[in-house]
């Protein structure tokens, strides 16, 4: 009985949080509704028997990619008037495309066979109802189906360095901390101990820089004659 | 008197009495984790800490929940007044709920459900909420400044814990938390694992905003971070959420890596005393860790903080579990 009120209680707020998510007019509130929407989605999962699936639904979508949505709209910067203007006008394509996609949907479900042994095996989220969801998904996936596993796995890194080759850019000009060369310096490459003379005056002697060469002293002992001593800069 | 523990009703009323069981120590130690960091900073600073308020200050922590409780509440004008008293409410039950499933002893956990390490890093990863909707609700810059960079840096330590967790989950073979400690009889897994040890703990730190990662909040620079609206009850749930975090990373080291309930060693003396209290003496120990490395370290830099997570932890921490499946495989210590 426990079960059945979490469950209507789930489904009643999933599908109204997810009403909410389209509905919303703050778009901030749209992804907190959807947020629920997850979490809901996660409960039916839970009391369906797949625990794995639960988990993986909050740690990925609701732990990461909700976290990043929020993070994108909270930045930008909606001018809810301007937002609700449009409504009345793109509201005729938002149906048709919407209209569209529910007359196929409804194709793919009338022509749609099962094969013989899935209405038995529905819902039932650990087949060999010897181990748990973890483990059956487990078996599965490492077994039968590694290829296509695998290839899931090539197709989210492709995307992943796809991504990063579309938004890496080297900004010339920027001066870039190489940490490596920070904590390789010794003291020997970059301390040099003198001794002044008195009355020397610092720049001939090359503290602060290394001694320039010596046509370049001649150069510049041209100015230190009259006067400019000390500064470097 | 058994017919009514299996009705709904008894099962509910088993339910409340487990998480009053967990929840009541849980928030008497949080208490005293918040006078603790006084005292230990305190001595670390030869400084004596609070020592007015009972016997060594130690009924400081209720003079200071009493006294934020009845102050004036101030919600700023301009701030989203649902979520902005929401975000409190969430970063204090994502801390709290997290206990149901940490074992405090052989099979004393309210909820020994199978993916129990799954659920401890879903709630940890969604802490990043509470500080993400404070931030934005306050409709204040510092705040808001403060949720964009925690929503970075958590999500970012999330990805080299989770690599630690699958090292972790190499060894013991199971994902239940009871398992795993129990996987830990013969050997704690820091010894096999010390790097990954390392890297979990650092990014325990990262994960709870803590010194020297506590950019979030850097008093010093954006005065209270994503909770510089916040007055009275918030404060005083954000403070609490922190700190009860504090506790459940603590825990949760214990249990990866120092064998949660488990004695030292199985002869005599250790095994006379029990395990919640070694399970509590672990704890309490990694706690202090957290309270000593924010005496000894100066904040991070934020660039440095994203280096750190994303060029240090994650490589090594792939590394150490290609490592690790691959002595286990070699080696034939691969659990059933």
């Known amino acids: 009985m426990l079960a059945a009120v979490a469950f209507y209680a789930f489904s009643a707020v999933l599908i109204a949080s997810a009403a909410m998510v389209v509905v919303a007019r703050n778009p901030v509130h749209s992804v907190l509704f959807l947020i629920l929407a997850f979490f809901n989605a996660a409960g039916l999962m839970l009391i369906a028997g797949g625990e794995f ?57 009338g022509s749609w066979r099962f094969a013989p042994e899935a209405p038995g095996l529905r819902l039932s989220p650990n087949p060999g109802a010897t181990v748990g969801n973890t483990e059956a998904l487990a078996r599965i996936l490492y077994t039968d189906n590694v290829l296509l596993f695998q290839a899931a796995g090539v197709i989210l890194l492709v995307a992943m360095i796809g991504a990063i080759v579309l938004t890496l850019r080297e900004r010339p000009g920027t001066r870039r901390q190489v940490i490596a060369a920070q904590v390789a310096r010794a003291p020997a490459e970059t301390v040099v101990l003198r001794q002044v003379p008195i009355g020397a005056g610092l720049k001939n002697i090359g503290i602060l820089r290394p001694p320039p060469a010596a046509e370049e002293r001649e150069a510049l002992s041209e100015p230190e004659r009259h006067g400019h001593g000390g500064g470097h800069h | 008197m058994d017919a009514f523990l299996a009705s709904p009703v008894g099962q509910v009323a088993i339910t409340v009495a487990h998480s009053l069981a967990i929840l009541v120590p849980l928030l008497i130690a949080v208490a005293y984790v918040t006078w603790a960091e006084r005292k230990v900073l305190a001595a670390m600073q030869l400084r004596k800490g609070p020592n007015v308020v009972g016997p060594f200050g130690l009924l400081q922590p209720f003079a200071d929940a009493l006294k934020a409780m009845f102050k004036e509440t101030v919600i700023p004008t301009g701030a989203n007044r649902v979520l902005f008293m929401l975000a409190p409410m969430i970063t204090v039950t994502l801390a709290l709920i997290a206990w149901a499933v940490i074992p405090v002893a052989d099979g004393w956990a309210a909820a020994d459900i199978n993916v129990g390490v799954l659920y401890l890093f879903a709630i940890s990863s969604l802490g990043v909420y509470g500080i993400i909707i404070a931030g934005w609700a306050s409709n204040s810059k510092y705040a808001f400044l403060g949720a964009l960079r925690s929503a970075a840096q958590m999500v970012s330590y999330e990805v080299s814990i989770g690599f630690v967790i699958v090292t972790v989950l190499l060894w013991a073979g199971s994902l239940n938390l009871n398992e795993i400690v129990r996987a830990q009889e013969r050997v704690w897994f820091f010894i096999p694992l010390f790097p990954m040890f390392v890297v979990f703990f650092i990014s325990a730190l990262a994960e709870t905003n803590r010194a020297p990662f506590d950019l979030p909040e850097g008093e010093s620079e954006l005065v209270a971070g994503f909770f510089v609206e916040y007055s009275t009850i918030g404060f005083t749930l954000f403070f609490l959420g922190e700190y009860a975090n504090i506790v459940l990373m603590s825990a949760m080291t214990a249990i990866l890596f120092l064998g949660g309930w488990q004695p030292p060693l199985h002869v005599e003396p250790f095994t006379w005393i029990p395990g919640v209290v070694w399970f509590i003496l672990k704890t309490a120990f990694f706690v202090f860790v957290f309270i000593w490395v924010r005496a000894t370290f100066p904040r991070y830099r934020y660039d440095q903080l994203m280096r750190l997570g994303w060029k240090v932890f994650l490589p090594l921490s792939l590394f150490w579990l290609v490592v690790t499946a691959a002595l286990l495989k070699l080696t034939g210590w691969l659990p059933a």
């Open chain 1, 53 to 109: 699936l639960a988990m993986i639904l909050v740690i990925v979508y609701v732990g990461a990619v909700a976290v990043l949505f929020l993070f994108v709209v909270m930045m930008l910067d909606v001018d809810f008037a301007r937002m609700r203007e449009g409504f009345q006008r793109y509201a005729p394509v938002g149906a048709l495309v919407g209209g569209v996609l529910l007359v196929e949907l409804l194709f793919v479900l």
